[in-house]
């Protein structure tokens, strides 16, 4: 199809209800609401504004937050937080968040007058990078354009933010302001050439092409369609549109967005090309790459559908915006199609990852262990601005938004959430309520008259014939199985009731690619148990304002010391016993080996916070126990020796790593090889290294035997470490090599060690795929 599609929004089978017409009843979700518009009313505005006004020659009223926003990605939390302050006030009606929204809105209008160019942004230096962008200088890589941190995804917020503050506050100033920045990009990227575009694309962008789908509704303007078509990256949709999965080693969060604009431009359109694409997506990474929260990725990147072990042996587990993504596409794939399966991954996601990733007195968290006895840490308010705070403080404002949908005279009941909908077209208010999932029931109450079709999700986790649905106390009969709805269709009187029982069974799930690990879960609630490491475990669970303090990066627990199950064989879920007065609490007497042996609880992760826990836990028999504990052992002892000897490290090529390792480079290239991460230049790369304590003595750099010949030197704060020809004659394709570090450098460094990589005349550097800063 033509890059200048019609702008004509195919029809919907399904809406989701605005908003503004449900709102939560009593129940976890509610107090996660309250919790973050806590949150919300102790972040700063005028802290978040600084970066844009900065940047616009004005003088900001407070200085920035530390953390991500003075580091590169100064503005992207603006964005976030009004989106944020617009998700609340239409979900609670909150006066002071619509307050909060309408002065950012206005302190933006004057950043962005004072452009003079449609712009808003809070990125250093970022009107002179634009400007480079628009001259046709441009250098991308995988998280940076022109040397900028992301520069589009930061943007983006932004861009998502206004929207927001226009579609659920009815901000008019948000909307102008928002096609006025829609116009900027539009006359910047018309100055590229598509090859220059798709270049531009391979740094994460967020969801560009899906915001521009937006401006294009909002306006009718087509204009903005074809500035959304320019922004789909060809090289993540050719491939999905084709059903093929290559998505193994990719930056995961960078492309769920992308794939949500490829949804929102099929929709728009009818792109089945764009539309296969998403369904294939969301398919693959539910089916194949997803753990039994529902999050998926292992630090930040999608490993091989056939080898989970890292999801074991890695503290940085499924990242909490991965999953605030794969939601949205979930609502957007279940508009068009009401599948049973799109409810079910919804609850999954909703219970185990997201509300399961705020600490009940505020705070978020970035990454969520799956290896056993880890633990995760929580955002501080005033420190931690990271992406999953943002994404954090939107997640946790919009509870309400798949509750119900409709179609027509069709209503739907996807969750089991203490709400009431006041569906406005039909003049009649539905009341749910429900203790779901400590209790098995829900009801809903009709307040009105009307005759309309009522869908009730039959969860997969039921069996056949359980689910039960009583209208007024007459039984109804169910001709839905697990994985569908349910459906009563009547002309509907005032103070009708449907009761609904929806049995929970406790199962076992285990870990994908079949490994000898198993989650417990009752129903969807995945169970996990506080366990503990050895002795004194003193840990801090708030992370600080360092740049990777979203990781828990205390001591891990060998994995032979990791509680396990123990039994003859897998059958042992009749174990499994309710305690009394503790709702969905479990033990599991004669079954568990280590942690609190028999009296170890199982509890509901989302309710599991501030510990150490094991969600994931390993199974052996009795006769086989000692042998897959020396196992773990072995296979875990050079990983742990080396961690103990590691100061600090990078991860070549990987965004995070490097991002957070203040990466520099020109004429540098990322790629993956065998599913290992790289980078090389054909000028020069630096990374920042810390060594707080002056302990350094080796720096250890991985390379790869098919480099050599390859010649280039490496610097230390700008003096010669080492002059280097790679050799012919490796042992291994892949080696490592140890540079000793001179006293008199480690001395000299106080602390902080630049490491520069420099190609000599007529090569290239050697392809980095790792390195180590030991003792």
């Known amino acids: 199809m033509a890059a200048s599609a019609a702008l004509t929004s195919a029809a919907h089978a399904a809406e989701l209800f605005p908003l503004a017409v449900v709102r939560l009843g009593p129940g976890p979700f509610l107090d996660a609401q309250t919790t973050n518009l806590n949150y919300l009313m102790a972040m700063e505005p005028d802290r978040l504004l600084a970066p844009f006004l900065r940047e616009a020659g004005l003088r900001p009223r407070q200085p920035s937050y530390g953390n991500w926003e003075s580091t590169g990605l100064d503005g992207h939390m603006g964005g976030h937080y009004l989106s944020a302050l617009a998700l609340m006030y239409a979900s609670t009606g909150d006066q002071e968040a619509l307050r909060r929204l309408n002065y950012f809105v206005a302190e933006l209008k004057r950043a962005q007058q004072a452009n003079g160019d449609g712009y808003i942004g809070g990125i250093p230096g970022g009107r002179q990078a634009w400007r480079d962008i628009a001259a046709g200088k441009l250098e991308a890589d995988n998280f940076s354009v022109n040397g900028k941190w992301v520069p589009w995804y930061n943007l983006h ?147 091989s559908t056939d080898d989970f072990e890292p999801m074991v042996h890695e503290v940085e587990g499924p990242e909490t915006c991965n999953t605030y993504n794969m939601l949205k596409l979930t609502g957007m794939l279940f508009r068009s199609e009401q599948k049973g399966t799109y409810g079910d991954y919804y609850e999954r996601a909703l219970y185990n990852h997201i509300l399961s990733s705020q600490r009940p007195e505020g705070g978020f968290v970035y990454f969520t262990p799956m290896r056993p006895n880890h633990y995760r840490v929580y955002s ?12 954090g403080i939107e997640s946790h404002a919009k509870y309400g938004e798949f509750i119900y949908a409709h179609d027509k005279d069709t209503l739907f009941v996807n ?113 996990a148990a506080r366990t503990r490491l050895f002795g004194d475990d003193k840990l801090n669970y708030l992370a600080d304002d360092s740049r990777m303090g979203h990781i828990a990066s205390g001591p891990t627990c060998p994995l032979e010391a990791a509680p396990m ?53 390993q199974h052996a028999t009795p006769g086989g126990l000692k042998a897959q504990q020396a196992a773990n052992a072995a ?95 490796a042992e291994a394709q892949i080696y490592t090599v140890d540079y000793p570090i001179p006293a008199s450098m480690r001395q000299a460094a106080q602390g902080k060690l630049s490491v520069r990589f420099v190609a000599r005349p007529g090569s290239v550097t050697g392809r980095l795929y790792g390195l180590r800063l030991l003792r």
């Open 157 to 303: 917020k932004v861009y998502a933010g206004l929207r927001d503050a226009y579609r659920y506050a009815g901000n008019e100033d948000a909307k102008a302001m928002l096609v006025q920045l829609s116009d900027w990009a539009l006359a910047l990227s018309s100055k590229l050439s598509p090859q220059q575009m798709q270049t531009m694309l391979r740094s994460e962008h967020g969801g560009m092409n899906e915001i521009f789908v937006d401006v294009a509704e909002m306006t009718g303007d087509r204009k903005y369609l074809d500035l959304a078509l320019a922004f789909s990256h060809q090289a993540v949709l050719q491939p999905l549109a084709r059903k093929q999965d290559q998505l193994t080693g990719l930056h995961a969060n960078t492309q769920i967005p992308k794939v949500i604009g490829f949804k929102r431009i099929a929709d728009i359109t009818g792109r089945q090309d764009m539309g296969e694409a998403a369904r294939f997506f969301w398919q693959t990474v539910v089916d194949k790459r997803t753990v039994a929260i529902g999050g998926n990725s292992v630090k930040e990147h999608f490993h």
């Open 380 to 391: 501080q308010v005033d420190k931690g601005m990271w992406c999953c705070v943002g994404s």
């Open 415 to 527: 969750l089991f959430v203490a709400s009431t909908l006041d569906w406005k077209e039909k003049g009649v208010r539905i009341t749910q309520a429900t203790a779901f999932p400590d209790a098995d029931t829900t009801r809903l109450t009709v307040d009105g008259d009307g005759r309309f079709a009522m869908k009730i999700r039959y969860p997969a986790w039921i069996a056949p014939g359980r689910m039960e649905v009583k209208v007024n106390g007459a039984a109804v009969k169910i001709d839905a199985r697990p994985g569908s709805y349910a459906t009563i269709e009547r002309a509907w009187r005032k103070g009708d009731r449907v009761d609904v029982r929806l049995p929970m069974t406790t199962h076992l799930e285990q870990m994908p690619g079949k490994l000898n690990y198993y989650a417990v879960l009752h129903g969807p609630v995945v169970l």
């Open 565 to 617: 199950f123990v039994s003859d064989s897998t059958d042992f879920i009749a174990r499994f016993k309710p305690v009394a007065g503790k709702p969905l609490t479990f033990t599991a007497p004669g079954l568990v080996h280590g942690a609190d042996g028999p009296r170890t609880e199982f509890i509901p992760f989302f309710r599991l916070h501030e510990s150490r826990y094991t969600m994931y836990w």
């Open 635 to 729: 296979r875990e002892a050079d990983r742990i020796a080396l961690n103990a000897r590691t100061i600090d490290q990078v991860a070549p090529g990987e965004q995070q790593p490097e991002s957070d390792h203040f990466f520099k480079g020109e004429g540098s290239e990322a790629g993956i090889e065998n599913g290992r991460h790289w980078r090389h230049a054909s000028k020069w790369f630096s990374y920042e290294l810390n060594d707080r304590k002056g302990e350094a003595r080796v720096l250890r750099l991985t390379f790869s035997r098919e480099d050599a010949g390859r010649r280039f030197d490496v610097l230390l704060n700008g003096q010669p470490l080492a002059s280097v020809t790679l050799a012919a004659d």
